[in-house]
């Protein structure tokens, strides 16, 4: 038995017994009944169990019960093994197409009720629409064959062993088998009948296939169809009420392509989607068309004859308790966030999803990019070497995949593109998948980023590939960086669209740049955008020894191999909220371009192929955060790619405060996505009165001080402050740390041309070599004049020769108190700092500090290559919601361009701050936050943070930016913050 077992677990052939002619998820009124719900389950630790499960007679009454669909190891509180979570390593030993004995194994069964007239039926079908990694099917006793694949659907024909009344069904599943190895995406393993399971009454006379491929140009609509029946199953019947079609085939031979006139198109900005009906004697299948014609043009990707910009994201299906088993609610509502987000397309990451989503997907309107369920990532350790992408005797099972994808999906309007697979190198094998695809579907291009040569594919692929080298892409190029590829395989590929099928690591505080790729797309239009990778957490819900709920990631279950919280670089998190950096995009690829130009704004429509009459444009001014003034702007209808100049209301400007207009562009009425007054596209522009900033009133007359006395509202001991307001402070100390960001600590190779980045190092690792965590300082002067106090201080760090010379002077202002910091880096410092700032802390007391309003760029947090979703305005927060829970604590909280603060308890205001910009017109941002960053630093999760009796205000000259480094590009030079003098300038008042 243990020779048997383990060649059939080791078979890289994808099963037995299933029935190898895959077909489309129909919607069809045949007879069929779900067996979802509770199956009985056994787990056992190895493969090597015996068969007698599967007898109708046996006894499973000592079984545990488990839904169906899930993941076992996400059910029973740990009692069924663990999830792991790898990217790129695999968790067994590299042995293709081996895997151990050490193999969980789950044992499955339940009964089900065939009624009698079901024994009519020409066929029943069991249908399993996802089960990783291998299974094994027995009905009634009767072996009835297995399948791998585990994102795939595989039918089998039950016919012999079913009958009316009682049946049961058993199924092995084996979490390792030789399918593993092609099936190493960046995501958790996770065992088990994960999707729905349906028996189905195929009736005599039914349809077993239909293909509807629907084509579109200037108005008019084709429809070719493929019906996969039985000559005896004729006539066969299609109508399209709508349009008033109805087209009846006597026979096979009859069928044929035919015209529509007066069709709309599908597009994702307007899904138009046309019922339909396909029918014999004996069975209905209902189906909804969109009408759309895909095609390359010299390097110009084209739907309905215009060029596609992909705003994308990479979708895995993920969720904290349910892993990948599909809900409709929630992922309608995925999908629509997405559409309030201004993203417009999916690449299903790396395997098809549940084949409902991509109804979801027509419906509400998204291009797709359909990926095949292949990827061989962990070869890349051995360079490759054994990799199933190139070795005959996986081929079987490589065609069988691809097979099974595209039959699966063929009708849907949404799917533009067809995508081999994931990082799984290259070979013989995936070119015979591209070749059976375009065989079989002349209407789709190709994708497979793997294909460097662009030897079978259509479009030229990318991953994180750099702002100047995507720009040197978008131009002849001649310069970029073609991998693997003789100069005549770059010359091919320079003459196909270019992609990016995934660019903006969103892990943790990030992605930065995005609006410098976007500039890129609008300039070059061989550039078709890309996919952001990703686009959410997928942290797992745990709980934490104290009890404490949180979103575990790879280490956090014991696993022997993993790749740490790299499985959390999402747009959302894993609760759904979305990040920042979520809204940074929304705002980067808004489909709606203001610019203004004297007392006008030009509107430009970018759309692909909607005009703006669902949209209205409102306009309201503010001083100084404070609305003034608000209407509507009377815009011209503008249909895609055209602009109009519009004149600008009257603005009253103020004198004393900033005077700002903002327009926004908002549905005129709901959508599927979004209700009426959601904002697609907003505009801020600074119709401010330029006052200069007042200067720094030179002071004489210094004298040695030994720091002990009150000036207005600040009280000082031996020079430093003690008091504010009658509140306990300590502070302003040098703060050049941050808790480093996922892209601070990654170490890539793709740094920018910067003399401050190391390639392979980490800019996290270079900060806490030079001791920026741990900074220490020395009192070099204490004076004062009868209205000032002066301190110089040398700050510096153990072991390290480099220092930071900090000059603050307290001074009474009229009737204000100002400070002004004076920071000057010595002269060596080899390395970009995270941030240039002071930190105040403030204890609780009877009054802690725990909320903040601000007038400055809000609402939410922003970094210096991370802009474009904020605005001028006034805002507030408690401390909480200042900051971002990310799944491992890090930087976050700054907001830029800070004017004015109010730091408030329970609502009332504490102290008031008021920021003056420096010589260069800059001024400072801030964060407010119950850490420091020293503290963020060393938690791995939220709850090991430490309980905070103090809050802790930075006021920050300036940040680092963000960056996509933990997989991708470093942080561009003009926003990488090199060692330099900066000036901090404060006014301070009580509350």
């Not at 029973?76 to 194994?105: C, K, L, M």
């Not at 996770?190 to 195929?202: S, W």
């Not at 000082?716 to 808790?739: K, M, T, Y």
């Amino acid at each position: 038995m243990h020779s048997r077992l383990s060649a059939y677990v080791s078979d890289t052939t994808p099963g037995r017994g299933a029935l190898r002619t895959a077909r489309s998820w129909l919607h069809s009124d045949a007879p069929s009944r779900s067996l979802n719900g509770l199956w009985c389950f056994r787990l056992s630790p190895t493969a090597q169990v015996a068969e007698d499960f599967a007898d109708e007679r046996f006894d499973d009454s000592d079984w545990d019960s488990i839904p169906v669909p899930s993941h076992w190891v996400l059910q029973g509180d740990g009692a069924y093994g663990r999830p792991i979570y790898t990217n790129v390593q695999f968790p067994f030993p590299i042995d293709p197409p081996h895997v151990p004995d050490e193999n969980p194994s789950g044992d499955y069964r339940r009964h089900f009720d065939m009624p009698a007239d079901w024994s009519a039926a020409e066929r029943v079908v069991l249908r399993f629409d996802g089960v990783e990694s291998l299974f094994r099917l027995w009905v009634n006793g009767d072996e009835i064959g297995s399948a791998s694949g585990s994102r795939l659907a595989h039918e089998f024909d039950v016919t012999s062993s079913v009958h009316p009344g009682d049946n049961v069904v058993a199924v092995r599943v084996h979490q390792w088998s030789a399918a593993s190895y092609v099936e190493d995406q960046d995501q958790w393993w996770l065992p088990g009948i994960f999707r729905d399971v349906t028996v189905i009454a195929r009736p005599g006379g039914g349809i077993e296939d239909v293909w509807l491929r629907t084509g579109f140009e200037n108005g008019h609509g084709r429809v070719e169809t493929e019906v996969t029946a039985d000559a005896a199953a004729f006539p066969v019947t299609l109508r399209l009420p709508e349009l008033g079609i109805e087209q009846v085939w006597a026979t096979p031979a009859d069928v044929a392509p035919f015209d529509v006139d007066r069709v709309e198109p599908w597009s994702a900005e307007q899904p138009r989607l046309y019922d339909v009906t396909v029918s014999t004697a004996t069975e209905r299948i209902t189906m909804r068309a969109g009408f759309r014609t895909v095609e390359i043009r010299g390097d110009q990707f084209l739907v309905n004859g215009r060029r596609v910009v992909f705003h994308g994201m990479n979708r895995h299906e993920a969720h904290p308790e349910r892993g990948r088993v599909f809900d409709e609610k929630h992922a309608r509502e995925d999908l629509a966030r997405m559409k309030r987000f201004n993203v417009n397309a999916i690449r299903t990451s790396h395997y098809p999803p549940h084949p409902r989503l991509l109804d979801l997907a027509d419906e509400l309107g998204l291009w797709v990019i359909l990926e095949c369920d292949l990827e061989t990532h962990g070869f890349d350790k051995l360079d490759w070497v054994g990799n199933p992408s190139d070795d005959p005797a996986w081929r079987e099972a490589y065609l069988d995949r691809i097979h099974r994808t595209v039959e699966r999906d063929k009708n849907h309007p949404s799917i533009v593109i067809w995508s081999l697979g994931n990082e799984a190198g290259t070979g013989s094998n995936l070119a015979a998948m591209s070749a059976w695809v375009h065989a079989r579907d002349a209407g789709r291009p190709v994708h497979y980023e793997g294909d460097h040569a662009g030897e079978y594919t259509d479009i030229y692929s990318r991953m994180y590939a750099s702002v100047l080298e995507t720009e040197q892409i978008g131009t002849d190029g001649s310069r970029s960086t073609l991998l693997n590829c003789t100069p005549a395989q770059g010359a091919r590929q320079r003459t196909k669209p270019f992609l990016l099928c995934e660019y903006a690591h969103a892990m943790g505080n990030g992605p930065g740049a995005l609006d410098q790729y976007e500039a890129l797309v609008h300039e070059h239009p061989r550039l078709h955008g890309g996919f952001v990778w990703e686009w959410r957490d997928h942290g797992i819900l745990a709980t934490a020894p104290d009890g404490t709920p949180y979103y575990a990631y790879g280490g956090d279950f014991g696993e022997v191999v993993h790749d740490g919280n790299f499985v959390m670089d999402g747009m959302l998190l894993s609760n759904d909220v979305p990040t920042p950096s979520l809204h940074e995009y929304k705002a980067v690829v808004q489909p709606v371009r203001f610019t203004f130009d004297g007392d006008g704004v030009a509107i430009t429509n970018l759309r692909h192929s909607a005009d703006t009459s669902d949209l209205r444009f409102r306009w309201r001014v503010e001083h100084d955060g404070t609305p003034l003034d608000s209407g509507d702007m009377e815009v011209p209808v503008l249909a895609a790619g055209d602009s109009a100049r519009v004149p600008l209301p009257r603005i009253t400007v103020s004198q004393v405060s900033e005077t700002w207009l903002t327009i926004d562009a908002v549905l005129a009425a709901g959508t599927a996505w979004a209700s009426d007054g959601h904002v697609i596209a907003t505009a801020q522009l600074d119709r401010s009165a330029r006052r200069p900033a007042p200067g720094v009133r030179p002071r004489t007359s210094w004298r040695q001080s030994d720091g002990t006395l009150k000036l207005g509202i600040a009280e000082f001991i031996d020079g430093s402050l003690v008091r504010l307001a009658g509140r306990a402070v300590a502070g302003p100390g040098l703060e050049l740390f941050r808790a480093p960001t996922d892209n601070d600590e990654g170490a890539s190779e793709a740094v920018e041309e910067s003399d401050a980045s190391v390639a392979g190092v980490s800019h996290a690792e270079l900060w806490r070599r030079d001791g920026l965590d741990r900074l220490t300082s020395r009192r070099m002067s204490v004076k004062r004049t009868a209205e000032a106090l002066q301190t110089i201080d040398k700050v510096s760090a153990a072991n390290s020769a480099l220092s930071v010379t900090v000059e603050s002077v307290w001074s009474l202002e009229g009737d204000g108190l100002e400070l002004r910091v004076e920071i000057e880096p010595s002269s060596g410092w080899p390395t970009v700092w995270p941030r240039i700032g002071i930190r105040f802390d403030l204890p609780d007391g009877a009054a802690p500090v725990d909320g903040a309003e601000w007038f400055g760029l809000g609402p939410l947090e922003s970094y210096p290559d991370s802009l474009r979703a904020a605005r001028t305005g006034r805002f507030s927060s408690t401390v909480r919601d200042l900051s971002v829970d990310y799944a491992r604590p890090q930087e976050t909280g700054h907001r830029s361009q800070l004017r004015q603060l109010a730091l408030t308890s329970a609502g009332t205001e504490l102290l008031r701050i008021v920021t003056l910009p420096d010589s260069y017109g800059r001024r400072p941002g801030f964060t407010l936050s119950r850490h420091t960053p020293q503290q963020i630093a060393q938690a791995g999760h939220s709850f090991e943070l430490p309980d905070s009796t103090t809050s802790h205000l930075i006021i920050d000259a300036a940040q680092h930016g963000l960056g996509s480094r933990a997989c991708g590009p470093d942080v561009w030079p003009e926003f990488s913050l090199r060692p330099e003098a900066r000036t901090i300038r404060l006014r301070i008042a009580a509350g």
